[in-house]
């Protein structure tokens, strides 16, 4: 079944909501992106207006900045520690924007979608 994101059928008060249109292609979503550890893998979609979104599915680096020195550096994910969005993404090794990776400098919270963006940048944690 497809995710739709229009208008609920119901109101407030919990009574039906009487429809005055159909459901419209521009209210369909898309499933997620679950970004998870591996050989880089990335998927275009063509979004509204013939935009394009790169949805990044398999990632083994991180762009991360240090927030003492103000410096960047590219370094490997190397588990995914802790991931607010839900309990079962840590068992998985997928990554959202708030998620806590392990990376060779130490851990990182994560601070891009890797969905939206097509790639993955954090801050070191302390």
């Known amino acids: 079944?497809?995710?739709?994101?229009?208008?609920?059928?119901?109101?407030?008060?919990?009574?039906?909501?009487?429809?005055?249109?159909?459901?419209?292609?521009?209210?369909?979503?898309?499933?997620?992106?679950?970004?998870?550890?591996?050989?880089?893998?990335?998927?275009?979609?063509?979004?509204?207006?013939?935009?394009?979104?790169?949805?990044?599915?398999?990632?083994?680096?991180?762009n991360v900045v240090d927030p003492k020195t103000n410096k960047v550096q590219v370094t490997d994910i190397l588990n995914v520690v802790d991931n607010t969005a839900n309990t079962h993404f840590v068992r998985r090794n997928i990554i959202t924007k708030g998620a806590v990776v392990e990376t060779s400098l130490g851990k990182a919270k994560v601070t891009s979608r890797p969905g939206q963006h097509g790639m993955v940048n954090g801050v070191l944690v302390e």
């Open 1 to 62: 079944m497809a995710i739709w994101q229009g208008k609920s059928l119901r109101k407030p008060t919990g009574a039906r909501a009487k429809t005055n249109r159909n459901k419209r292609n521009s209210e369909f979503g898309r499933d997620p992106a679950e970004t998870k550890i591996g050989d880089r893998k990335v998927k275009k979609i063509r979004t509204k207006g013939g935009n394009e979104k790169i949805r990044l599915t398999n990632t083994q680096t991180i």
